[in-house]
């Protein structure tokens, strides 16, 4: 009996040895737009920061941490493109040139300003300074560790991992004050499931409405089986798997937080009515807009759509160029209707 325990004892010690060898922490900085885990980890530890940050303005970039620091520099754009609006002797995001690219500001030490709709200067909720978030990529049965830090000054939040089953870690769904409670501001979560069943997920806020000011990405678990093993090598020669490149995250956006929004649901939008005028009987409500999920999103009309975290507005927008992929034999190709970085649509 004695020597029985000794042997689970030192089994025991030997697995979780063996389990520390495998465990991944996936480097995650600020502005990475993809966050992949090795398929021959056990555990995969990935680290989000939400944090409350404005549109339009460049963030200092710490390159020892990888994050971004408080301080930023307004910027407003034309044809020409970034245009800071003013110089302050300190301040390490106002450049005198005229900027239109990221790598630009990376150079710099500063991150290019988030346009989203193209028009609106407006507060919205970032995870590792991204809109949307970066795209956290596991395989299939690892045992998958998220450390969400609430940096938002105000408001308590979670993060729900939509389409995984969690079904050997219910407490672990995501939904603030039913399977947990709410994670406060200043404070962290350690979410722990195992990543199953396969597919293209994605994770978002189930606190209030933080998921319509940017608080969501995409969450991919790959098969357990390596590709080059199910495919025919001929098949598998034409077989481009770029997870940045080919993974499109959309969203309808609006030039006012969705908080304000909800508070004004039960008061309908007229948008005939004059501002500050009281709506009359000829003056008809827009109709709330539901998501697919059946729920009002919004009294206002329709705004602005986001593919990856850029949209259109005033005929200018940085909408990148979507390369050519395939989805079962169907080619999809889409492009921005101008060549220039300037863009009306995609």
């Known amino acids: 009996m004695h020597k029985t325990m000794k042997i689970s004892t030192a089994l025991l010690r030997f697995l979780i040895v063996c389990q520390k060898c495998h465990a991944e922490k996936v480097p995650c900085p600020d502005l990475q737009e993809t966050c992949k885990c090795s398929r021959n980890a056990i555990d995969c530890e990935f680290t989000l920061r939400i944090e409350e940050r404005f549109s339009f303005v460049s963030y200092e970039v710490n390159e020892a941490s990888g994050t971004l620091g408080n301080r930023g520099t307004l910027y407003y754009k034309n044809n020409l493109g970034f245009h800071h609006r003013g110089i302050v002797d ?57 450390h969400v830090i609430n940096r938002l000054p105000d408001a308590a939040t979670s993060v729900h991992w939509h389409g995984l089953h969690q079904g050997k870690s219910v407490w672990m769904d995501g939904v603030g004050g039913i399977t947990h409670p709410p994670i406060d501001p200043g404070s962290s979560f350690d979410y722990i499931f195992e990543a199953n069943p396969p597919g293209t997920h994605w994770y978002h806020s189930h606190v209030g409405s933080q998921k319509g000011d940017g608080l969501f990405g995409a969450f991919i678990v790959c098969e357990k089986i390596p590709l080059h093993k199910i495919l025919d090598d001929q098949t598998y020669q ?28 039960g008061i309908r939008f007229f948008p005939k009515a004059s501002l500050g005028v009281v709506p009359s009987l000829n003056h008809e409500p827009v109709k709330p807009k539901k998501g697919v999920d059946d729920f009002t999103q919004s009294p206002f009309p329709f ?38 970085w300037c863009t009306a649509g995609a």
């Open 90 to 146: 300190d301040d390490k995001c106002a450049f005198n040139e005229v900027l239109y690219r990221d790598e630009q500001f990376r150079q710099r030490g500063c991150s290019m300003p988030i346009t989203l709709d193209g028009n609106t200067y407006r507060t919205i909720i970032t995870i590792n300074g991204r809109i949307p978030g970066p795209t956290l990529v596991v395989h299939e049965n690892q045992i998958v560790v998220v």
């Open 238 to 265: 034409h077989v481009i798997d770029l997870f940045g490149n080919h993974t499109i995250a959309a969203t309808d956006w609006q030039r006012k937080p969705e908080a304000t929004h909800q508070a004004l649901s």
């Open 303 to 340: 705004w602005s759509a986001l593919i990856n975290g850029r949209g259109q507005r005033d005929d200018c927008s940085p909408i990148e160029h979507f390369h050519h992929v395939s989805i079962n034999e169907h080619s999809i190709h889409a492009h921005a209707d101008r060549p220039s």
